[in-house]
């Protein structure tokens, strides 16, 4: 195997594509002493840039609330150019929606962290996450939709 035929992988650049930081009960939301109960969501993405480029999103969205009151809102999408050459099709997948956001994780969570530190909060430590975990189960998801589709006659 050439080395023009070696399979490869590189970060091309990381950088934040989105960042949203809201409290909307300010200041009042200040003087409240009870804890707010933080929901997080996270969401990837991946968009072809060109033959072997490719952008993957992670978005983190944390939100906190006292009933019915958002504390704070904050959302970040946090990206990265990966420049992927000579890797069989069906390794990209897991490539993209694996390693790819493990990548970005990091960066993500210190963002969040950094930034509700920053609206005069306690910082928010995202738990590590399990892509591989996440990517499976939205196989399963598609594949028992599928299965459940009614089948067409030609």
Known sequence: MTEQEAPSF??????????SLEVPNAPAIFLERD????????????????EDAYEVTLTVTVTAKLGEKTVFLVEVGQAGIFRIKNVP??????????????????????????????????????QPVNFEALFAARLQQEQEAAAAAPATIQ
């Open 10 to 19: 590189a970060i091309e650049k990381l950088y934040i594509k989105d960042l």
């Open 35 to 50: 804890n707010p109960e933080v929901a997080i969501q996270l969401q990837s993405a991946v968009q072809a840039l060109a």
């Open 89 to 126: 099709a069906e390794n990209m997948p897991p490539l993209l929606s694996i390693a790819c956001p493990n990548i970005l994780f990091p960066y993500a969570r210190e963002v969040v962290s950094e930034s509700t530190t920053r609206a005069g909060f306690a910082p928010v430590v995202l």
